[in-house]
C-alpha cells in the first residue's frame, strides 16, 4: 500500500458529477414531460404517450443518483483506506445501461403507436 495520489480524489469527483449530470438531465426531461402532459391538457393518446415517457425516464434518473451516491461512498472509502482493489464496476453501469435503452425503445415503441393513430 502506497501514498494516493490526490488525482485519484478529483478523478473519484469527477466520476460523480458525470454520473449526476446524466440524471439530472434525464429527470429533467421527465419532469417536463410530466408537466406538459398535465399542464396542457392533451388529450388521448398524446397524453398517455408524454405520460409514459415521463414516468419511465423519472425511475431510471432516480437509479443514476443512487448508484453514483453509493459508488461515490464506496470509492472514498476505499481510497482513504489505502486499500489497491479494483475501483471500477462493470455489472451496474452496463445494468443501467440496457435498462436505458430498453425504456427508450418502450418510448420509441409508444411514441409510434401514437403516431400511427393519430393518422388513421
Not at 417536463?32 to 399542464?39: D, I, P, Q
Request: aromatic letters at 12%; a positive charge.
Amino acid at each position: 500500500m502506497g501514498r494516493v495520489e490526490p488525482k485519484t480524489f478529483f478523478a473519484n469527483e469527477r466520476t460523480f458529477l458525470s454520473w449526476l449530470n446524466m440524471a439530472v438531465t434525464l429527470g429533467t426531461i421527465a419532469s417536463a414531460m410530466l408537466g406538459y402532459s398535465s399542464k396542457f391538457g392533451t388529450e388521448g393518446q398524446g397524453q398517455l404517450t408524454t405520460t409514459v415517457i415521463g414516468l419511465t425516464l423519472l425511475p431510471i434518473s432516480i437509479a443514476f443518483v443512487a448508484y453514483a451516491t453509493y459508488s461515490f461512498h464506496k470509492r472514498v472509502g476505499m481510497i482513504r483506506r489505502n486499500e489497491d482493489g479494483p475501483f471500477d464496476s462493470i455489472k451496474m453501469p452496463m445494468t443501467l445501461a440496457v435498462i436505458l435503452i430498453l425504456a427508450l425503445w418502450v418510448i420509441f415503441l409508444t411514441s409510434l403507436v401514437s403516431y400511427l393513430k393519430s393518422n388513421n
